[in-house]
């Protein structure tokens, strides 16, 4: 795995939505994971022996696949199309924090709407079970985007641009289990596109993406919870996070607390039309108060 990390310059950030450090970073399996097509939001397994993330490179169904690699002598090598892959579009992709799940969305049909979020389990051997398609407490007639499991398990945070939101996609919380609507994230919702989220400091602190799908613009945005909402939200202070660019995905390693992946263009290192790289995650706190005590 190659950790070209560049040079970081720490910057305190406290009180309010406290951001944190200028963040080191460094392109992540380089002509492995990151290429010259478009990659997006790699995920780490919680043991660390694999990585799966979202490409529009050759060798899939084809609509945009998952693709997975190993983790060898510290790289990532074989990169394979996922079994469950189809000509439709499989993209976004999550393990739970267990390791047991793989989340992703995909516009197959039998969806209630264009793309919708399912779960595929992830076998003690490294395989995969069938695609199961997750409650209409979730899915809605809407697109549905980014799922990002609860820590517990329980619940799943995910965007949506079903009726009733600030406007465009917004982020969503909901349980896991049963049929119960899907609530909006207080404080982190706007007119423009939320889509992506990461929890820090156990849910105290957001990391997401704001900007216009339609125009091709992502910017990530740090927000601590001032006890009701997340609030204060401030672009992040990672140097290809700019306004107008497109970063997005932030993904924390459970097998490396601490780091974590997003996706964007960097002028060095660079690979292809968006890559993947590996990062520092904000050291942000917040307050309790935005997270539900368990579930969605």
Do not use: H
């Not at 200028?22 to 939001?41: K, N």
């Not at 050759?58 to 609509?63: I, K, L, S, T, Y």
């Not at 985007?145 to 398990?153: C, I, L, N």
């Amino acid at each position: 795995m190659k950790r070209a990390l560049g040079v970081a310059v720490a910057i305190s950030l406290l009180p309010g939505p406290a951001l944190a450090q200028l963040a080191e970073y460094g392109i992540e399996g380089i002509w492995t994971v990151s290429t010259r097509d478009a990659e997006l939001r790699g995920t780490v397994s919680p043991d660390g022996r694999r990585m799966v993330w979202g490409s529009d490179r050759a060798g899939g169904p084809g609509g945009g696949d998952l693709w997975q690699a190993r983790n060898e002598d510290k790289r990532w090598l074989d990169p394979q199309p996922l079994p469950f892959n189809t000509p439709a579009l499989e993209a976004e992709p999550m393990f739970s924090a267990d390791g047991r799940w793989l989340y992703f969305v995909s516009d197959r049909p039998g969806g209630a709407g264009g793309r919708d979020l399912y779960r595929v389990a992830v076998r003690a051997d490294g395989g995969f079970g069938s695609p199961e398609r997750l409650s209409d407490g979730i899915n809605s007639r809407g697109q549905e985007r980014s799922p990002t499991p609860s820590a517990d398990g329980r619940g799943l945070v995910f965007a949506s641009d079903r009726r009733g939101g600030e406007g465009g996609y917004d982020l969503y919380r909901a349980p896991l289990e049963g049929d119960a609507a899907a609530v909006p994230i207080a404080g982190a919702n706007t007119a423009a596109d939320e889509i992506d989220a990461a929890w820090l400091d156990g849910g105290r602190a957001l990391l997401f993406s704001r900007g216009d799908e339609a125009a091709g613009t992502a910017r990530l945005y740090v927000s601590a919870c001032d006890g009701k909402k997340y609030a204060g939200a401030e672009p992040w202070t990672l140097s290809f996070n700019t306004d107008g660019g497109y970063t997005r995905a932030p993904v924390a390693d459970p097998s490396r607390p601490g780091e974590g992946t997003v996706t964007g263009t960097a002028r060095s290192p660079k690979a292809g039309k968006t890559d993947i790289y590996r990062i520092v995650l904000p050291t942000v706190r917040g307050q309790d108060g935005c997270q539900p005590a368990s579930g969605g």
